[in-house]
């Protein structure tokens, strides 16, 4: 069964930093790009960066550039975000997809999606 899992959300304080892990089992990620979304309460899902198969990303929210960075070991079959200097407005849902198809920012290109973990920035 494909099934994609989300760790390493909690609690932070501002100005410092997590690393999000998306482990996959059932398929090699390698032959997806790898979304991270996120969605903070009331407001719609967004996307945040994507990772292609080769290694090249691509950031989708101006307000995480310079600040958080997708990565991918293909051996652990695991993709990573690393966020800096976290703000009280990364406070969300995060989320990572599988698309056998483009990157994008868009919740329709990714075929499979992870149940998410929280990230709480607040001190």
């Known amino acids: 069964q494909l099934q994609l899992v989300e760790s390493g959300g909690g609690l932070v304080q501002p100005g410092g930093s997590l690393r999000l892990s998306c482990a996959a089992s059932g398929f090699t990620l390698a032959s997806y790009r790898i979304g991270w979304f996120r969605q903070a309460p009331g407001k719609e899902r967004e996307g945040v960066s994507c990772i292609f198969s080769s290694g090249g990303t691509v950031n989708y929210a101006d307000s995480v550039k310079g600040r958080f960075t997708i990565s991918r070991d293909n051996a652990k079959n695991t993709v990573y975000l690393q966020m800096n200097s976290l703000r009280p407005e990364d406070t969300a849902v995060y989320f990572c997809?599988?698309?056998?198809?483009?990157?994008?920012?868009?919740?329709?290109?990714?075929?499979?999606w992870g149940q998410g973990t929280q990230v709480t920035v607040s001190s």
């Open positions: 997809a599988a698309s056998r198809g483009a990157c994008s920012g868009y919740v329709s290109t990714y075929q499979y």
